[in-house]
Every structure is written in structure tokens, then in C-alpha cells.
């Protein structure tokens, strides 16, 4: 006779994993990407606006909208504020600075370095704690690989909310002072800035010609940049090393350069107008003596007089 069948006892239930909740201050089009970002990634995500019609998708998959500032700040230990400028995120969390205490803000609002150091200031007297970050991607790339951030300020609230920030795109704390982040953000930002502005320039020129098109330019555009991106360590170690530069070019022929690409955007219809200070800031530096045209001189020659 076969023996009875047993039942297996079911396990319990393994204790849900639940999210911290975390609070987004600003839809615009970079705030309703990172709300997006982590209601998708399975947190509880509170958000303000002030046009709440803007909210309604994200309400629509679960978010919270708050009926004030206050309540938004008060919805979690979290809130992550990407507004206008440091002017209107200050003039919204004024008025509830209240709620901050004991809670953690973290600035992703585009801003210059003294006011980080500022907002920092009063985070700390409201008795919360404060990181300023700066977003390196654009709406569509954040929560993919190409998506970094930088943040600066105590390395705790850093530590404890990793995991969250860690959702938006690769997460870098650049230390303590909490001016670097923003310094990094508008550095990298300038950067992208002349690059952009150079290849308007550039296209500008090519086009000149008759049946030329952007379109057919921008490939030897990209290949030209990608080329020349491999320069970019060996200038930086150049500027950091006081050894002699392994890059280096006589100043007559930058000059020179430089004049040739004067002359060919008067030649083609296009404003000049960069080429002309190069050139006449070169020549200036040719008569008081420099011979030789490298990163490090070239780095020297952007800064501002200190002041007295």
C-alpha cells in the first residue's frame, strides 16, 4: 500500500523589498525624467509642480501629487529639486523651509559654485542636509549608461541615498567642498558650449559652397573631433607636468592658422569675428617674446589678473 501523500509546507512569504520614497520638486523636462526614472525603477515618488497638468502621466503609474511644497518635502526623507535656477528653488522652499529639518536636499538645479556654497549655508542652519549636483546627460539619457552625475557635499547623505541617485545615471561624488559639483556642471557645459558653437561655425563655411549641405558635412565633422579627441590627456598632462610639453607648435604657424581661418570665413560670408581675437591676441603674445604655442601657455593666457 503506497504510502500517504504529504504536502509540502509552504514557505512564507519572503518580506517585500520596498524602496525609499523620494520627492521631485520641478517637471520640466529634465524633473519629469528623473521622476520617471524612479517611479519606473519601483520607488514611492512624490512630485510638485507648479502647473500640476504636467504631473498627471506620472500620477497615472502610481506617483503622489503634493498640494504644496510642504507636503512634497514632508512625503519622504528625499527630495531632489530640479527647477529653473537657484533663485526660484530658493523662493519655493522658503516658505517651507520648515520641513527640511531633519531631511535631505539635493540640488540638481543648474547653478554657479558660490551659490551651491550658499544653499549649503542655509540647508545646514534649517538642520538638514544638503548635496549639489550637477546632471551630465540630457531628459532622454537619464537611467541609461551614458547618463553621469556629479555631486558634492557630506559624504553621508551621499552614502545613504547612493542607491537612489545610482537610478538616474552613474553617480560621482567629487568630495566634500560642495562648490564641485557645479564647477564640473558648468566647466563640462562650456565645453559643450565652443564645441557646438564650432561646428555651427563650421558648417556655416562648408555650406558656403554650393550643394553642400550639413548633412553631408557633419560625418567629416565627427570623424575630424573624434580624431582630435585623443589630444585631449596629452594637453592635460602637458598643463600638469613640468616637464617640457610633447605638445607644442611654433606660434608663426598658429598664427598663421588662425589667420587662414579668418580669411576663409569673410571669403565665404561668415563673421570672423573668434579668428580676429585669436589672431591679434597671438601676435601680441609673438611680440612680447613666446615662440612656442602649448596647452600650458595656452591655459595661463585664460585666466583672469588676480585680484589685488
Known amino acids: 500500500m503506497p504510502a500517504p501523500a504529504t504536502e509540502t509546507p509552504l514557505s512564507p512569504l519572503a518580506p517585500l523589498v520596498t524602496k525609499p520614497p523620494v520627492t521631485v520638486l520641478g517637471l520640466g523636462l529634465m524633473g519629469y525624467a528623473l521622476a520617471d526614472a524612479l517611479l519606473t525603477a519601483g520607488h514611492r ?3 510638485w509642480n507648479r502647473t500640476p497638468a504636467k504631473a498627471a502621466p506620472l500620477v497615472a503609474r502610481g506617483a503622489h501629487l503634493a498640494g504644496s ?20 528653488q530658493r523662493a519655493l522652499l522658503a516658505p517651507a523651509a520648515g520641513a527640511l529639518h531633519g531631511r535631505t536636499l539635493v540640488s540638481l538645479t543648474n547653478g554657479t559654485p558660490a551659490q551651491a556654497r550658499e544653499t549649503e549655508a542655509w ?9 549639489d549636483g550637477g546632471i551630465m546627460a540630457v531628459p532622454h539619457q537619464i537611467a541609461t549608461p551614458e547618463a553621469f552625475l556629479f555631486y558634492s557635499g557630506a559624504q553621508d547623505p551621499f552614502d545613504q541615498h547612493r542607491a537612489t541617485l545610482a537610478v538616474l545615471g552613474t553617480p560621482h561624488h567629487l568630495g566634500p567642498d560642495v562648490s564641485l559639483a557645479s564647477l564640473y556642471d558648468l566647466a563640462l557645459l562650456s565645453a559643450m558650449d565652443m ?3 564650432g561646428f555651427l561655425h563650421a558648417t556655416a563655411v562648408a555650406t558656403s559652397h554650393p550643394g553642400t549641405t550639413a548633412t553631408d558635412f557633419a560625418p567629416h565633422v565627427v570623424a575630424w573631433l573624434t580624431s582630435m579627441l585623443g589630444m585631449v590627456p596629452v594637453m592635460a598632462a602637458d598643463i600638469d607636468s613640468p616637464a617640457p610639453p610633447a605638445y607644442a607648435q611654433s606660434m608663426d604657424l598658429v598664427v598663421a592658422a588662425a589667420q587662414n581661418m579668418a580669411d576663409a570665413a569673410r571669403e565665404a560670408g561668415v563673421r570672423p569675428d573668434h579668428f580676429d581675437r585669436t589672431v591679434t591676441e597671438l601676435k601680441h603674445r609673438i611680440a612680447v617674446g613666446e615662440t612656442e604655442y602649448t596647452a600650458a ?12
Open 45 to 47: 515618488v512624490t512630485v
Open 69 to 88: 511644497v510642504r507636503e512634497a518635502l514632508e512625503a519622504g526623507p528625499l527630495t531632489i529639486s530640479c527647477v529653473l535656477d537657484y533663485a526660484a
Open 123 to 131: 540647508a545646514l542652519a534649517l538642520g538638514a542636509t544638503y548635496l
Open 195 to 197: 564645441m557646438f558653437a
Open 297 to 308: 601657455s595656452a591655459l595661463t593666457h585664460l585666466r583672469l589678473p588676480a585680484r589685488v
